[in-house]
């Protein structure tokens, strides 16, 4: 396993939330910062100019727009893209919390604008509030389900043409399908204005014809990773599908912090690559890998948590970058 420096980008400071942040785009104007709270069932995008950094590292957020999204669930996507002109973005929503209370994975993606709100003022509650995509289970080449999902994530090439709807199931498989982003938000423009939806048992036309099988299961997923979990995914131009990993320690089964780890797996192929990261930063310190960003560098978050004995509460927020990527 080859293992890498990764340098530091930015610490975030004064935060919305005393969360981890789940996921940073790293945009051309602006951060944003994507939280969970309430047990994870909300969410708070956070936004600030990539201008105001200090002391080559600081970015703070006290002053920050914020837009607030309740019962969204837990996610870690948080993927820009512009269609006929308008800004948006790919997050998750309708939190499972028949089969994973505790967490509340999200199992639909919703299209949304990010548009500063008040917590109490939001119109942004639950998925029928957004326009989304729905029925993720059925995301395969003839519409049908593969059994019963678990939680789902997005992301998109750097082109924002493609849209990786990548899936897990009850059973812990992936479900990795290729959808042509362009289709999908002309279907979703038609429904928009009634907070409507997009069946994925219903548009197989709008799988992505870059790729010879735009759908692909992967048995066993988080076992073939640097550490058993899934903290970000994102897709590169060659539509190469890079998995982020490592949790904190938390419990006496899991006592110390994995190691940060990025798992790449080429399209269609079950045989992964897989990276350790290293920074002096992380020495001693119970940290989380969280999710990560695919631009001329790779952004990758990382959270530190108290460590008395195991994590309870979110202590700082950084981002780190790792060379180029293609």
Known sequence: ?????????????????????????????????????HQNRDAVIS????????????????????????????????????????????????PNVADYPDVKWGTQLARIRFKANRERRTRHRGNLSVTRLVMLNHATPDGKSYGRLKRVEGALTPDKQTLLVAAIDTNNNAHLSLYDN???????????????????????????????????KVPSFANQLTAPSIQGVDLSAQFAVYVSSGQPGTSANHP??????ITKFEWGNSIPKQILLTHSDWLGRNIETE??????????????????PYATQTLANWVYCVGDQK
């Open 291 to 308: 999710g990560l960003q695919l631009a001329t560098k790779m952004y990758i978050g990382i959270a530190c948590h108290d460590a008395e």
């Open 47 to 94: 936004r600030v100019r990539k201008s105001r950094v200090k002391n080559g590292y600081d970015l703070d957020f006290r002053h920050a727009k914020k837009m607030t999204l309740k019962n969204f669930g837990h996610g870690q996507t948080l993927e820009y893209f512009n269609h006929n002109g308008v800004d948006y973005w790919w997050v998750v929503t309708k």
């Open 256 to 261: 110390k912090a994995d190691q940060p780890g």
């Open 1 to 37: 396993m080859i293992e890498t420096n990764a340098y530091l980008k930015y610490r975030l400071k004064n935060l919305p939330k005393r969360t981890v942040v789940q996921k940073v785009y790293v945009g051309t104007k602006y951060v944003y910062a994507l939280q969970l709270y």
């Open 182 to 216: 362009e289709k999908l938000n002309d279907a979703l423009d038609v429904v928009d204005a009634n907070n409507g939806y997009v069946d994925l048992s219903k548009a197989t036309e709008m799988l992505s014809n870059k790729v010879s099988q735009p759908y692909w």
